[in-house]
């Protein structure tokens, strides 16, 4: 039973770029949320999808915007990058929005120069 | 009011022996308080979790002691291997409004010496 699968695991974009970060939940899985870890720091809620809808948002600017699809994978969505956007993006999947059965998958290095 | 605060920072422990990390809340909306372990170039998973209507629960060689007064809880890691280290995270969630997604404390890096 897959878990979380994230890609691409590594990225480097140049400052202004866009970029798009992919995750597939786990199976049975129908909510996913992503977060921001900096380097030393824990994990930062960015938003979170269910029934293909941005259902709650953390402290992000609008510059960070996302999608679910049908078959309740997503897609983080992040333009004019900043030297400050390079992270590790990770993806957590979970079974309805509000439950705590949280997976995390392994995340995508984002180095943005 | 979001926040919660972790300590300490690092810890380094001989193995078998029992490190300790602490948490502080302030949101009172949060029911969940898990345990996160993150092993370099991973995700976090999942340790071991609690609601506020126990004050203990053990799993294996880890222990969550939860003080919902204080607003305060804790984990212990018991007869502590070179295999444990990592950097622990806690975390808080609650069942409604703007609390229901997690919220992370700072890590604690751990260092288990054989």
């Known amino acids: 039973d897959a878990g979380v699968t994230q890609s691409p695991t590594h990225l480097i974009k140049t400052r202004g770029q866009q970029v798009t970060l992919r995750c597939s939940p786990k199976?049975?899985?129908?909510?996913v949320s992503w977060y921001q870890q900096a380097l030393g720091q824990g994990p930062q809620f960015i938003f979170q999808?269910?029934?293909?809808?941005?259902?709650q948002r953390g402290n992000f600017p609008d510059r960070f915007s996302g999608h679910q699809f049908p078959n309740y994978s997503s897609e983080l969505n992040v333009n004019a990058l900043l030297l400050g956007d390079s992270a590790l993006y990770l993806c957590?999947?979970?079974?309805?929005?509000?439950?705590?059965?949280?997976?995390f998958g392994s995340g995508t290095r984002l180095t943005v120069v | 009011q979001q926040q919660v605060k972790q300590s300490p920072q690092s810890l380094i422990v001989q193995k078998g022996g029992i490190p300790i990390i602490n948490c502080a809340y302030e949101?009172?909306?949060?029911?969940?308080f898990p345990w996160y372990q993150q092993f370099p170039g991973k995700g976090p998973a999942l340790l071991i979790a609690?609601?506020?209507?126990?004050s203990e629960k053990k799993e294996g060689r880890f222990t969550i002691s939860f003080n919902k007064s204080a607003k305060q809880f804790s984990l212990h890691i018991m007869d502590s291997q070179p295999g444990d280290s990592a950097t622990y995270f806690c975390?808080?969630?609650?069942?409604?409004?703007?609390?229901?997604?997690?919220?992370f404390g700072s890590g604690t890096q751990l260092t288990v010496l054989p």
């Open positions: 975390a808080a969630a609650g069942s409604s409004g703007s609390a229901r997604q997690l919220t």
């Open positions: 999808y269910y029934e293909e809808e941005e259902r």
């Open positions: 957590a999947s979970s079974f309805r929005a509000g439950g705590y059965g949280y997976t």
């Open positions: 199976s049975g899985h129908d909510t």
């Open positions: 609690i609601r506020p209507d126990v």
């Open positions: 949101n009172t909306a949060f029911d969940y």
